[in-house]
C-alpha cells in the first residue's frame, strides 16, 4: 500500500483561491445592482460560491454579502431616495415610482444573488440557523433606506400612500398597481412584531381612515334624511371593500371593516332611526322594504341579535298603543254617524282591526324585510302583548269582535276571507295573559249564538275552538265543547220528539194549522247563563207543546230535573196585517205577549199592569220586550199609547192594524239585548266571578303538584304553581299563598313539623 501525505503547497493555495473567488463574486454583485446581468456567468458564480462554502469559508463568504449588499443599499440606494424627498417639486406619484423602482430593483437583485448563493443558503446558512441571503437583503433595505435618520423614509412613503388612498376615495384616477406594490414592499419587510407595514403602516391606515369615516357620516348626518344616509353608507362600504381588497393584505381587511361598521354604523344608526322625515317610523308606516332591508343588513353587521332595531320598534309599537284609543275614537268621528246603541261595538271593531292591520304590517314587514329574524320577530309579538294586556278590557274586546264578526260580517266574506280573519283574532288570544278572562266573555257570546236557530256559524265555531285549543289546551275549551255536545244532542232528541208527536197524532192545532218545538237541553254548570224560577203564564199553544216535551223527556232520562227558560228561546210564526202576511222571529216572551192577548181579538188593549199581572213575566224583561214589538221603529207590531221610550204602569198596547215593513221576514231584536261593553257594574260583577273561579283552579292546581310530588318547599310550590297557571291566567304570589293557608287548614297538606318552608301532602 503507498500512502501519500498532504502537501501544504495546496492549503496555501486554496487561501489565495478563495480570496480571489470573493473578489470575482463581489464584482458580480456590483454587476447586477448596475443591471448588467446579462454578461454574467451564474454557473461560474454558483461554483465559486460552492467551492467556498466546501471548503469550510461559509461565514467568510455569508459575511462579506452581507457587507457588499448593506453597502448598496447604504452608498447608493438611501442617497438617492434622500435626494428625492428633499425635492420639494417632485410629484409624489414620482416619488412613490422612484421607491417602487428601487424596491423592485432591489428584489431582482437579491432573487439573483440568491441564485448563485443556493449553496450557501442550503449548508452553511441552515447549519449557523442564520437568515437567507434573500432575508438579510430585505433586512437591511428595512435597516438602511426606510428605518435611518427616525424612519424619515419610511414616515415619508407612508404619509404619500395615504394621500394616494384618500384620493382614491375621492374618485381621482391613482394607479392602484403603484399603491399595491408600496404596501407589498412594507409587507415584505420583516419586523419584531411581525413586519413594516404591521408596525408602522396598519395603525396610520386605521386612524386615517377613522377620521375620513367620521367625517363622511357627519356631513351625511347634517342632511337629516335616513335613507341618504343608509344609501350612501352601503355603497360607501360596498366600494370601500372593493377597493382596498386590490391593494391591502387580507390580515387589514377585517380590522378595516370593523372600524367602518364602528364609525358609520354604530356611531350614529341610533339618530338615523329617530329621524322624523326619513327615519325607522316613516319606513314602517310606509312599509319600505328597500330602506328597511338595508337598515337591517346594517344593523346586522354590528349586531347580530338587532338590539338597537328591535329597541326602536318596541318604541314604536307602545307609541301605537298609547295612541289607540284617542286614533280609534278620530276614526269613529271623522266617519259617518253611528247609531249610538252600535257605539261601544263599534269602537270596539275598530279597536280590534287596528291592532290586526299593524300586526299585519308588521308580519310583511318582517318576512319582507327582516328575513323573519326570530328575535325580532319575538320582540313584536312581546310589543303586541304589551299593548294589548295594557288594555284592561282586552278578553271583553275581542270577544265582542268575533262575535261582531260572526254574526254581521260573516255573510259578506268569502271562506279563505273568514278563515283568515279568524286566524288573526286567535293570533291575539294568544298574547292575552288572563285567558279565562276571556274564557269568562267568549263563553256568554257563545251562548247566545248557539241558541239562536238561525245561526249559520255552527262550522265557524268549531273551528275557532280548535284553533283555542292548539293554543290554550284541551282544558282551557273543555267547558266549550261541552255547549256544543248539549247543542247536538238537544237537536237530536228534538227531531225524536217530533216523530213521536207525529206518531201519536196529539201534534197542537191552532186554528189548522200546525206547530213544532226544538229544545235545547242545557247543563246548567256549563252555560253562563243565569237560571231564574219564573211562574210564566204559557198561552194554550206553548204550555201544551212544554208539557209534551217534559213527558217525552222525563221517559228518556228519569232523576233528571230542568227548569224551563223562555227568556233564552226564539218563536217563528206568521203573523197577517191587512192584506200582508209576515213571518216573524221573536223571543219567547214576545210570542207569549202576542198569543196570549192579542191573537183572538185583535182589538183587544191592555195597560202594561195588566200585561204584567196577566202573564206573570220578570219586569225588566217585560219591559224590554214590549219596547222591542212597540217603540222599535221596524219591528212596532204593538201600538203604545204614549209613544215614548219609558214603560209606565199605565200605559196601553194593542195591535198596530198599520204595521207595515218591506221585508217578509221580520227579525224582532229584543231591546238592550245586543252584545255590547258592559257597565262598570257588569264589569265588576263578572272579575268576581272570575276571581271566584281562580281561587278554585289555584286549589286544584296545588292539589295536583302536591299529590305528584308528595313533598315540596314552598318556594317550589309557588313556582311549579305560577307556571301550571300560566296558560290560564297569572297568580299574584298573595293569591297562591291564601290558597296554600286554606288547603293547610282543610288538611290537603302539612307543614313539616322542623321546617316551617315545607310541606307534605296528605292522602
Keep these: 500500500m503507498i500512502k501519500t501525505k498532504k502537501s501544504r503547497k495546496c492549503a496555501f493555495l486554496s487561501q489565495v483561491d478563495y480570496e ?38 461559509g461565514k467568510f463568504l455569508y459575511d462579506n454579502i452581507y457587507n457588499s449588499i448593506k453597502s448598496h443599499l447604504e452608498n447608493d440606494v438611501r442617497p438617492r431616495m434622500t435626494q428625492f424627498m428633499e425635492d420639494d417639486k417632485i410629484d409624489k406619484a414620482v416619488l412613490l415610482q422612484n421607491m417602487s423602482t428601487e424596491w423592485n430593483d432591489h428584489l431582482l437583485s ?52 395615504l394621500q394616494s388612498i384618500d384620493e382614491i376615495r375621492s374618485n381621482k384616477i391613482v394607479d392602484k398597481f403603484l399603491i399595491k406594490n408600496i404596501i407589498f414592499m412594507f409587507e415584505s419587510l420583516p419586523d419584531e412584531a411581525g413586519n413594516y407595514y404591521d408596525t408602522y403602516v396598519e395603525p396610520d391606515f386605521l386612524e ?42 387580507l390580515s387589514t381587511l377585517p380590522k378595516l371593516v370593523e372600524l367602518m361598521d364602528k364609525a358609520l354604523i354604530a356611531t350614529n344608526i341610533e339618530a338615523v332611526l329617530a329621524f322624523e322625515n326619513e327615519g325607522l317610523s316613516k319606513w314602517v308606516a310606509a312599509e319600505s322594504v328597500f330602506e328597511l332591508n338595508s337598515l337591517y343588513k346594517l344593523i346586522g353587521r354590528i349586531d347580530e341579535e338587532y338590539h338597537i332595531l328591535r329597541t326602536h320598534l318596541r318604541r314604536l309599537l307602545i307609541s301605537f298603543g298609547e295612541t289607540l284609543d284617542e286614533s280609534t275614537s278620530k276614526t269613529i268621528a271623522d266617519g259617518p254617524d253611528t247609531p249610538k246603541k252600535k257605539a261601544t261595538t263599534h269602537f270596539v271593531t275598530i279597536w280590534i282591526e287596528s291592532i290586526l292591520t299593524q300586526r299585519d304590517v308588521y308580519e310583511r314587514i318582517l318576512q319582507n324585510c327582516f328575513n323573519r329574524d326570530i328575535h325580532i320577530a319575538k320582540t313584536i309579538d312581546a310589543s303586541f302583548a304589551l299593548i294589548l294586556n295594557a288594555n284592561k278590557r282586552i278578553s271583553e274586546y275581542l270577544s265582542l269582535y268575533i262575535d ?16 283568515e280573519i279568524l286566524n288573526k283574532a286567535v293570533a291575539i288570544f294568544s298574547f292575552i295573559h288572563d285567558k279565562d278572562v276571556f274564557e269568562k266573555y267568549y263563553k256568554n257570546h257563545l251562548a247566545k249564538r248557539l241558541l239562536n236557530p238561525k245561526s249559520n256559524s ?62 235545547n237541553v242545557l247543563t246548567h254548570l256549563i252555560w253562563p247563563l243565569p237560571l231564574t224560577e219564573t211562574n210564566v203564564q204559557f198561552p194554550e199553544i206553548l204550555f201544551n207543546l212544554k208539557e209534551q ?43 207569549i205577549i202576542i198569543l196570549a192577548l192579542f191573537s183572538t181579538d185583535y182589538k183587544a188593549q191592555y195597560t202594561y199592569e195588566q200585561i204584567h199581572q196577566e202573564l206573570q213575566i220578570p219586569e ?40 207595515q215593513s218591506p221585508q217578509i221576514k221580520i227579525k224582532v231584536l229584543t231591546v238592550s239585548t245586543a252584545s255590547k261593553l258592559e257597565n262598570d257594574q257588569q264589569r265588576s260583577s263578572t272579575l268576581t266571578e272570575v276571581n271566584k273561579d281562580r281561587k278554585f283552579e289555584t286549589d286544584a292546581a296545588i292539589v295536583r303538584i302536591m299529590k305528584a310530588r308528595k313533598t315540596l318547599t314552598h318556594n317550589n310550590l309557588m313556582n311549579e304553581t305560577i307556571k301550571q297557571l300560566a296558560n290560564r291566567f297569572s297568580p299574584p304570589p298573595s293569591l297562591i299563598k291564601q290558597r296554600i293557608e286554606s288547603l293547610l287548614e282543610k288538611e290537603y297538606m302539612e307543614r313539616d313539623s322542623k321546617e316551617r318552608n315545607l310541606y307534605h301532602y296528605l292522602a
Design 620 to 659: 225588566n224583561d217585560l219591559k224590554r220586550q214590549l219596547l222591542s214589538i212597540s217603540v222599535a221603529p221596524k219591528t212596532r207590531l204593538l201600538v203604545k199609547r204614549p209613544m215614548s221610550k219609558e214603560i209606565n204602569p199605565e200605559d196601553i198596547f194593542q195591535i198596530n192594524e198599520k204595521f
Design 458 to 519: 255552527y262550522d265557524i265555531e268549531r273551528n275557532l275552538i280548535s284553533k283555542f285549543k292548539s293554543i290554550a289546551g284541551e282544558t282551557f275549551v273543555s267547558k266549550l265543547s261541552s255547549m256544543f255536545r248539549d247543542i247536538n244532542i238537544s237537536k237530536e232528541e228534538s227531531k225524536q220528539f217530533q216523530v213521536q208527536l207525529q206518531q201519536d197524532d196529539i201534534l197542537p192545532l191552532n186554528n189548522n194549522k200546525k206547530v213544532s218545538m226544538d229544545v
Design 20 to 57: 480571489k473567488s470573493w473578489e470575482q463574486l463581489d464584482e458580480a454583485i456590483k454587476q447586477i445592482y448596475q443591471k448588467n446581468a446579462s454578461t454574467l456567468s451564474f454557473e461560474e458564480l454558483y461554483r465559486k460560491t460552492y467551492n467556498l462554502v466546501l471548503r469550510k469559508q
Design 549 to 591: 216535551y217534559a213527558a217525552f223527556y222525563a221517559q228518556k232520562h228519569q232523576n233528571r230535573k230542568f227548569n224551563w227558560a223562555p227568556n233564552f228561546g226564539t218563536v217563528d210564526m206568521r203573523m197577517t196585517y191587512g192584506r200582508k202576511t209576515y213571518e216573524v222571529n221573536m223571543p219567547t216572551y214576545s210570542a
Design 404 to 419: 261582531h264578526f260572526i254574526k254581521q260580517s260573516l255573510k259578506e266574506k268569502s271562506e279563505n276571507e273568514s278563515e
Design 110 to 161: 437579491m432573487r439573483m444573488i440568491s441564485d448563485f448563493a443556493m449553496y450557501l443558503d442550503r449548508v452553511y446558512v441552515k447549519e449557523a440557523h442564520l437568515p437567507l441571503i434573500y432575508d438579510i437583503g430585505l433586512q437591511l433595505f428595512r435597516d438602511y433606506v426606510i428605518l435611518p435618520n427616525d424612519n424619515i423614509v419610511g414616515k415619508k412613503i407612508i404619509g404619500l400612500l
Design 208 to 249: 386615517d381612515s377613522r377620521l375620513y369615516f367620521e367625517k363622511v357620516s357627519s356631513e351625511l348626518l347634517l342632511e337629516q334624511n335616513g335613507s341618504l344616509f343608509i344609501n350612501n353608507i352601503i355603497r360607501l362600504i360596498e366600494e370601500e371593500q372593493n377597493r382596498t381588497a386590490l391593494y391591502l393584505p
